[in-house]
């Protein structure tokens, strides 16, 4: 069992030069400081400096002396502080419990409505004065893009392990997200802040070995969301698509070794080009838990993840969602449903399926936008609102893949009606706009290229 006392055990018996803390997670986080308290030597990055770290305050402190912009943010411990700084904050804001694992009990909400649900399931119907676990608020960056870095900083060099930018929009758990590296649509000048503040922050928070980074990109803007002074889920990922082994790396820095001299004794070698793509996609277990909204948020749902490897984004995302058992069908209709704020980007969505050859339909609302700009769309009635619904077309197998963006409590609900639907009749489900675009140029790449198989060693040699 990973509680210290267990480890500890084990520590006496094994009397180890060091532990490794860097690679498990969150969890041996949490049991660093009680180690090292204990005597043990915790190799790399110190538990003081990964408690630095997670005190959202004093790395906000860090972040400000350094120049780094972050989302507004405030932390509240009674019912009244969290409405005080949600007014400083602003809507939309993604609240959730100080520590949690997996984005458990995360939750972006969209009105003071919202808000005081959330509160009253945290803390029950309390007095609004009493204290209780803190609560962060921070601003949610709505059509943000989000950016993870993996990298090793040996206390004077910084290696970059990957950068990767995710499909979906922020807001969405990193490992609910696909990601792509190279990031195809990340600006230059967006990439250079990126590694500067990596290197600032590792730098400042004295880290030896690995540290993950979450950014958040929108427009000419860089914000920084976390950093985690350990190895990340893409850790793997991102080894494969490099040829690096980042983890080996890591080790060897944390025992003392510097870059350089892994360098000059041929262990870290120069990694791959960028003459392919590489896609991370999670896989997700909605059939196993068929009251679960399938919709992505903050809170994770993954399960586990796959990798595809192609020329371009789209037969590399392509080749990922076939990995993780999603069979995209390449005719048929497309049913959508936008919320109000996705209408002007679901306008792209509806054009690319058009282009591919599909026939839309969509709900009331939804059709007559994209009416008014001149894309022709069957109208069909919302669940429970017409003999002819959407339910009954998906259950005679008339529509072939649904888009469905939900947003705030009553669109939400309605969305959940359809989703429910879609995977009882085994219809894909897509929930984000860049997930409905990515699908979209993933059908376009084709079956030729998506079945052609490669070995990791093969692209790895081309590039």
Not at 75 to 94: C, K, N
Not at 270 to 277: A, L, M
Not at 400 to 409: A, D, K, S
């Amino acid at each position: 069992p990973l509680t210290a006392e267990d480890v500890l055990d084990v520590i006496a018996v094994e009397n180890p030069i060091a532990v490794i803390v860097q690679l498990g997670g969150q969890t041996p986080l949490n049991l660093a400081e009680e180690l090292a308290a204990a005597g043990v030597p915790i190799a790399g990055t110190s538990p003081e400096s990964i408690a630095l770290a997670e005190d959202r305050e004093k790395f906000g402190e860090i972040c400000a002396a350094l120049g780094l912009k972050q989302p507004a943010a405030g932390t509240a411990r009674s019912v009244t502080e969290a409405l005080d700084v949600i007014d400083q904050v602003g809507f939309p804001a993604m609240v959730r419990p100080s520590f949690v694992l997996g984005g458990r009990r995360m939750r972006v909400v969209y009105s003071i409505e919202e808000m005081a649900d959330y509160l009253r399931e945290s803390h029950g119907d309390v007095d609004p004065e009493s204290e209780a676990s803190p609560i962060l608020i921070d601003r949610f960056l709505e059509a943000a893009v989000e950016v993870d870095v993996d990298a090793v900083f040996d206390g004077n060099e910084l290696l970059i392990g990957g950068i990767m930018e995710h499909v979906e929009e922020a807001g969405v758990h990193s490992g609910d997200s696909a990601c792509v590296t190279p990031p195809p649509t990340l600006s230059e000048t967006a990439r250079k802040e990126i590694v500067a503040a990596t290197r600032e922050l590792a730098q400042a928070l004295e880290v030896r070995g690995l540290i993950n980074i979450q950014f958040a990109v929108k427009g000419d803007e860089t914000f920084v969301l976390e950093a985690n002074p350990r190895g990340s889920r893409t850790v793997p990922f991102i080894s494969k698509a490099t040829g690096v082994s980042l983890a080996r790396i890591a080790t060897l820095v944390m025992m003392g070794s510097s870059l350089e001299q892994l360098r000059q004794s041929n262990v870290l070698k120069p990694g791959s080009g960028g003459d392919f793509v590489s896609v991370k996609n999670a896989v997700i277990p909605w059939d196993r838990f068929p009251d679960e909204d399938s919709v992505l948020g903050p809170e994770m749902k993954a399960t586990g993840e796959v990798m595809g490897i192609g020329e371009d984004v789209g037969v590399a995302f392509a080749k990922a969602l076939l990995g993780g058992g999603k069979v995209l069908p390449d005719r048929g209709r497309v049913f959508l449903s936008f919320a109000d704020r996705d209408k002007a980007m679901g306008l792209a969505v509806a054009q690319a399926f058009v282009m591919l050859g599909f026939d839309l339909v969509a709900t009331p609302g939804t059709a007559r936008y994209l009416g008014h700009h001149a894309i022709d769309t069957e109208v069909v009635p919302k669940i429970g609102e017409g003999a002819d619904d959407i339910g009954t077309r998906l259950e005679n197998g008339q529509i072939q893949l649904v888009i469905n963006t939900p947003r705030g409590g009553k669109a939400r609900n309605d969305g959940q009606t359809i989703r429910k639907a879609a995977r009882r009749h085994k219809v894909p489900c897509v929930t984000t706009i860049p997930g409905a675009l990515a699908v979209a140029r993933s059908l376009r790449a084709g079956p030729g290229a998506i079945n052609r198989p490669r070995s990791l060693q093969e692209w790895h040699r081309s590039a």
